[in-house]
């Protein structure tokens, strides 16, 4: 085994190519400095610095080397970051990056209750339109739909049905479709680009499906929460998922109906994004506070409910507000 005193002393000589130097920076004498490089090239039987001038430079076999020592020192201060986690409270920065539609709907009050259960814990959270997909990105991403090409890790944290919706006055005037093959003749609202590829609908009695192509859209919307508004002040049909809807009619009684209400929009996957390998304690312990803060509507199931608007449970906008402090991961 190597000594992690000696892999330390060659790692800083490395890159300051200066024993003087390394050793002030380590707070050593510099003939322990050399003492424990010589006997890391004795322990390995190969030379990994030389003399030129005034300065040290790596062998070949030093080069080589310094990769691996590199690696183990990496490691080594990983493990001792996790035990260290495992004694410490659950505290400092955390970023959130949230789609729109979700941030205000759930994901704030979850993090509100977040932390008053960690109270050593700040907190940043951005809504964006696309999510952070390198593997550089050290937040936490709570995103709506598909993610394709990202570099972090992904879970899917539930799945929202999602149905066609409008408001009573706009059924009044245009007639309440009976087919999919009507919609054509209705105003569309548009969410921006998702049903540019069409849509297709799927009949939960009959096992089969209709795709079409919505008409050209005259409004035009980037915002979950634009979309809705739309749709509630009467302007033409939209997609939208069934739990965002339920929450906006349990605020505004009245403002959305779904219609064809036996045809099901493809549901879409709630997807956590985070970093791979080590994970701060604070990042765990939210990843778990996350995924014990669903509500039942998010859950997979294979059939939704037949009338969205009929389940009268209020947990939808701010999640359980009863929902206790997990124990800390």
């Not at 539930?158 to 003749?185: C, N």
């Not at 994970?279 to 506070?289: E, G, H, I, Y």
């Not at 199931?301 to 608007?309: D, E, F, K, T, Y």
Request: hydrophobic share 40%.
């Amino acid at each position: 085994m190597y000594d992690l005193d000696e892999l330390l002393a060659f790692d800083h000589v490395m890159r300051s190519g200066s024993m003087t130097r390394s050793a002030r920076e380590l707070g050593l004498v510099k003939s322990t400095l050399s003492r424990r490089i010589a006997h890391l090239e004795r322990q390995l039987s190969q030379p990994l610095l030389r003399r030129q001038s005034n300065r040290l430079l790596p062998t070949e076999a030093g080069h080589a080397f310094h990769v691996y020592c590199r690696q183990i020192l990496e490691l080594a201060e990983q493990g001792r970051q996790a035990l260290q986690e495992l004694n410490a409270e659950v505290s400092g920065e955390l970023h959130v990056v949230a789609h729109n539609a979700l941030a205000r709907s759930w994901l704030s009050a979850r993090l509100t209750a977040f932390m008053e259960c960690h109270p050593a814990v700040r907190l940043t959270l951005l809504t964006c339109t696309a999510p952070t997909l390198t593997a550089d990105s050290q937040a936490l991403t709570v995103w709506l739909g598909e993610v394709r090409g990202s570099e972090l890790r992904q879970e899917v944290l539930g799945w929202l049905h999602r149905g066609l919706y409008g408001h009573p006055d706009y059924f009044a005037r245009r007639g309440y479709p009976q087919h999919p093959r009507e919609l054509v003749r209705h105003t569309w609202i548009d969410l921006l680009g998702e049903t540019e590829q069409g849509l297709t609908l799927a009949h939960r009695g009959k096992g089969s499906d209709f795709h079409f192509h919505p008409p050209e859209s005259r409004l035009r919307v980037d915002q979950q929460m634009l979309h809705g508004d739309a749709l509630a002040h009467g302007h033409g049909l939209g997609l939208m998922p069934d739990w965002l809807a339920q929450a906006r009619e349990r605020a505004h009684p009245g403002s959305l109906v779904r219609c064809l209400p036996e045809w099901d929009a493809p549901a879409v996957p709630v997807t956590l994004l985070y970093p791979y390998g080590f994970r701060p304690r604070r990042l765990s312990a939210l990843l778990a506070f996350l995924r014990e803060a669903l509500p039942d509507a998010w859950q997979p199931s294979p059939v939704p409910q037949l009338n969205p608007m009929a389940d009268g449970r209020d947990e939808s906008v701010a999640g359980r507000a009863t929902q206790r402090c997990p124990s800390t991961p």
